[in-house]
Nanobody
Framework: QVQLMESGGGSVQAGGSLRLSCAASGYTRVCMAWFRQLPGKEREGVVIIGRKGRKTYADSVRGRFTISQDNARNTLYLEMNSLKPEDSATYYC??????????????????WGPGTQVTVSS
């Protein structure tokens, strides 16, 4: 069982930065990810990180966002730079069951945080 809780969302102007955190409990050496979602839209994969640390970014955020993991604190981070209005969404931390193949398939992520809102104004 994995419990996840995001924090760090807020409002920022275009070009600004935010850092999201995801505190995890339970077994955490699993595939983890950040997703985002707008009302009425499908949940979109932002970045995934595998059990061995391999990272895969969505094209829309590559070069601007950075995922990192502090295993000692069981915390996942998402550093977001050069933010754009189209980055505005609710951001979710998610985790797959152990030994799952790590990809962006949202249906395979079993554990989710409640989400944190990010708003980028132009």
């Amino acid at each position: 069982q994995v419990q996840l809780m995001e924090s760090g969302g807020g409002s920022v102007q275009a070009g600004g930065s935010l850092r999201l955190s995801c505190a995890a409990s339970g077994y955490t050496r699993v595939c983890m990810a950040w997703f985002r979602q707008l009302p009425g839209k499908e949940r979109e994969g932002v970045v995934i990180i595998g059990r061995k640390g391999r990272k895969t970014y969505a094209d829309s955020v590559r070069g601007r966002f950075t995922i990192s993991q502090d295993n000692a604190r069981n915390t996942l981070y998402l550093e977001m730079n050069s933010l754009k209005p189209e980055d505005s969404a609710t951001y979710y931390c998610a985790a797959k069951p152990p030994l799952s193949y790590c990809n962006f398939d949202v249906s395979e992520f079993l554990y989710w945080g409640p989400g944190t809102q990010v708003t980028v104004s132009s």
